[in-house]
């Protein structure tokens, strides 16, 4: 397939859509960053030039200059505007299976021929709004960490999608800084979150079952791994609040009564890093 | 309780109870090393002194001179003079239930009535051997990963152990540069590997289910985590016989259906780094 993506559309600028926006300028793409109001897009453009600070502070970026990057980047809350000419489309909306089918069914619509479509969802599955983006054999996931520091970028076809576009895609990852990975047949949480979760789950059941402590688990795993975090720590780095929601999907006995102990955590307003107190206690 | 520890008797001169030893005598206790042949003393030996020539290299224990250092150990066959005057005994000898009931029985009778008894069992629960040891109120585990890298010291106390062995213990751990964590009630596996279990769990589900390859499964891992090894690359270092057979015990149909896949490695003789290859090659 003769792919050539130059132009990029994010939808969606919160926390992610703005990370993905930001190192696609930062590497040279077209970006137009789409969302629902003026405060939203002025916020994201906030968080982009905190990021960009932070990261040149780092050495990082220090090469592209202010005038190119902001003209790469073009901020708008409307649909036509955001998707005109877009190579690409990467979809990083609330993740709720009817929202992002109402906004692949509009964007689809909308979009240019040549467009491929991509979601960001975390835990939802591609299949869930290919059919409604009008066209699936174009459609695939294409999942971002935190693009900065976690640099793996997954590549989930869903049963429909065109395998022409694995290629293309896995050069835009690399293009984005990212190291692509292929996730061969659909999986909710893809790789990294699968085993992230087996990790906590086994913590959670450690914890709840009172054979450690928080801190001597996490001890466990830091020292002998010589890692910065024990999965305790990832947790309140992740928000406690978002981990109770998680675990308490899950409907093994050992993540309810998990989902039980976490819910004690958020019901107190410990809701780990964010609000300075979870698992451990932050300044 | 007023226990001071000088004198240590290692069981089993093995891979464990030589780095054990080894940093008891850098730690400058005095070390009896048994195991049932003069060969085996010597096999012991002989990775001693390669594992002190690349720590040294590293720029560790140069303070120590060899002299100093080798009046602290001393090698036997003997039961009787191995736990002479011994303040703690640590057993590694096989992972195997009936040989550590046996070893406990002999050693149990022939040493002082000071000594405290630990096992340094991997998978197995001290409960099964306190008893025959003789001494079970004195007997708890004392587990240590790869003591130079990985420095994780698990003790495990079993429900009849005296619970003022513990602050000892954790003293004892930390005089042998360890980082101890208590294990409040038995768990097969700790936490480290209880965790690390759960982790390679997820993956070989991955691979077996055919979502992935290993290549990406693992660097899903090591990018977002910036670690050196992802699970396979991790059992490839444990030995891929080791990992069929901790596999193959645990009864879920997803373990059953990787141990298989495990065994399809084992019988081409491809074991991991000891043998040059297993999921990845070694040179």
Known sequence: MN???QKVCILGAGTLGTRVALQAALSGFQVRI??????????????????????????RFTEI????????????????????????????????????????????ALAP???????????????????????PERFCALHFHDVFTARVVDIM?????????IAPLERFGEALEQVPV?????????????MLLALIGAAGKLLTKEVASVEDIDKSWMVN?????????????????????????????????????????????KLGKKSGEGFYRYK
């Open 113 to 135: 021929e040549k467009t491929l479509f991509t979601t960001n969802t975390s835990y939802l599955l591609p299949s869930m709004f290919a059919e409604h983006s009008g066209r």
């Open 3 to 5: 792919i050539d993506i």
């Open 34 to 59: 789409y969302d629902l109001s003026e405060e939203l897009l002025e916020r994201s453009k906030q968080t982009m030039q905190k990021l960009l600070g932070a990261l040149r502070k780092e050495g």
């Open 182 to 194: 292929l996730v061969k047949k659909e999986n909710s949480g893809y790789l990294f979150n699968t």
């Open 65 to 108: 200059e202010d005038e190119v990057l902001w003209s790469r980047l073009l901020f708008t809350t409307d649909p036509a505007t955001a998707v005109k000419d877009a190579d690409l489309i990467n979809e990083s909306v609330t993740e709720d299976v009817g929202i992002k089918q109402e906004v692949w069914k509009r964007f689809g």
């Open 225 to 269: 791994f010589h890692m910065p975090q024990g999965p305790f720590g990832i947790l309140d780095a992740i928000g406690l609040d978002t981990a109770y929601h998680v675990t308490k999907a899950r409907k093994d006995t050992a993540s309810q009564q998990f989902a039980a102990l976490l819910k004690t955590y958020v019901d107190a307003g």
């Open 157 to 165: 076809p869903h049963p429909g999608t065109d395998p022409g576009l």
